[in-house]
């Protein structure tokens, strides 16, 4: 349990380290901003189109007399639903990484130079980089759509899919949540996604404590932009911690770091 609360806890800081660096938190703003608008169209779409896709895939409910008609249209919508919801929670992460990696790699950077010690950088292309997230991105989300067939399956299980599948969907939406957002920092330090994935079961409730907040407060898509540049900032915090403790807690911030007066301008694409 002391995990949960630690992982909570990254979250925070998170949020406090774009708090006191108002520079950054405007600029890890952008790339959440554009993928809102994408977002907010196709659950609207969604929201419109759902009762004509359940009507459309269950002909043999037009004879049925009401109301268990109504009853199965209106509890199958409302999965459609739910369903297009909890994909939205894990995609939107990772579209809004993948389109604003350099914005966020400049972020993380930033973080683990005012926090002192070494400033890990991949070294590769920014080309090189947009491939790997994209790779990556599609094989979370396919280990996602995995478990989202599988809970949507028993959703319609009486009292346990109304109960402890939902609670089930936090959870494995708030685990491949933190992988996503961890993956900006723990890329840089040269971890593929399978040591990667190694690396955050081992700590799998320091995880859970991270990501499933986040999950929550990401339901309502404006909240899911403001957190985000504090997300990728406590995930980078996170991350120092699961790959080293040490450098954590590491030595004081340098002279020229963010914490001196003098931080570094972002890059000069952050225009």
Avoid: N
Wanted: with cysteine; hydrophobic share 50%.
């Amino acid at each position: 349990m002391s995990d949960l609360g630690a992982g909570f806890g990254y979250l925070m800081k998170g949020q406090r380290w774009v708090a006191q660096h108002g520079r950054w938190f405007g600029f890890g703003l952008r790339p959440g901003l554009v993928t809102l608008v994408i977002y907010a169209g196709a659950l609207i779409g969604l929201g419109y189109g759902a009762d004509d896709l359940v009507g459309w895939a269950t002909p043999f409910a037009d004879d049925w007399s009401s109301p268990w008609q109504g009853l199965l249209r209106t509890g199958l919508t409302a999965l459609v639903f739910v369903f297009g919801l909890f994909l939205a929670v894990i995609t939107f992460t990772a579209v809004t990484l993948l389109v604003g990696q350099p914005f966020y790699e400049s972020l993380s950077e930033e973080v683990d130079r005012s926090e002192g010690g070494d400033v890990p950088e991949s070294g590769l292309p920014l080309w090189r980089e947009l491939w790997i997230s994209a790779r990556d991105s599609v094989r979370v989300l396919l280990r996602v759509a995995l478990y989202g067939i599988i809970l949507f399956a028993c959703g319609f299980i009486p009292v346990i899919g109304q109960t402890v599948v939902p609670a089930i969907g936090f959870c494995v939406s708030g685990y491949f949540l933190a992988e996503e957002l961890t993956a900006v920092a723990l890329q840089r330090r040269g971890m593929v996604l399978k040591d990667r994935l190694v690396l955050l079961r081992g700590r799998r409730m320091l995880v859970l404590g991270f990501g499933v907040p986040l999950t929550l407060a990401f339901l309502v898509p404006v909240v899911a932009v403001f957190l985000m540049p504090g997300a990728v900032a406590g995930a980078t915090l996170l991350a120092r911690d699961l790959v080293d403790p040490d450098a954590a807690s590491g030595p004081s911030p340098r002279p020229g770091t963010a914490d001196s007066g003098d931080a570094p301008a972002p890059r000069a694409w952050s225009a």
